[in-house]
């Protein structure tokens, strides 16, 4: 049996009759930390959200850790311990961080009892919360609503996370805080990450192996080392 986080054949996926994923093969590895790249409307969106359910591929199979969930939902994809971040943050303005996560907490059915524990964890990896996690999301800054969206998927204890463009709107300094504590997980946790960005640089820095997509299908697949040349990176982008 497979033990891989992810392991996708095959997939293609499209809107309203246009094919824009085509035979999309991806493996995630256990504990890896996989970047995924590639230039605006290549489909690396689409791809997310096919993997966590959000929706249907028109052809292909999808394994997490070996097994086909049942039912291949974002609620059954939560249960087997996949989350995502999709891209733009998505927290409700007129929340409170504390709200955003006790709804969190609720609607993955975590047990009241444990819920102190589990934001006490999130604390521990995004300590900065703290100092605003009596507001309402929608006064936070762009990095402050990042690291709320990224700490309520923390909040289910995935092991597998799926990050959508987390760097948008944020200065490289603030992404590089923001990511190397979530990169971290894949030592502390075993986390598997697979991460879509566009901030090469701070990406590189995390990652173990980079996809590059074009035009729905990957058309390179290396390290961030076998990238490290501008001209060929700026060629294949
Ligand atoms: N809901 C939708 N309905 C119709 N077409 C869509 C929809 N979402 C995405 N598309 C189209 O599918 C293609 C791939 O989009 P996708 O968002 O997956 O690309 P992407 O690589 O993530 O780009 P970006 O970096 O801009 O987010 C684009 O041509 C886009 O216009």
Redesign the pocket.
Known sequence: MSQDAIEAQGLAAG??GRE?LQDVALTLKAGEILCLI?H???????LLRVLFGLHRPSAGSIRIFGQTPGTYTPAALGAVGVALVP?GRGVFPDLTVEEIFGLALWSAGVAKAEQRERIEEVLEVLPRIKEFRTRRAGTLSGGQQQMVSIGRALLTRPKVLLLD?PSIGLAPKLFQDLIRPIAALRETRGMSILL?EQNVREAFAVSDRVLV?RSGAFIYEGTPADLDDHAKLMELF
């Not at 605006?40 to 689409?46: H, I, L």
Request: proline fraction near 0%; aromatic fraction near 6%.
């Open positions: 809107y309203g824009v590639g605006n409307g290549a489909g690396k969106s689409t891209e463009e879509v997509m």
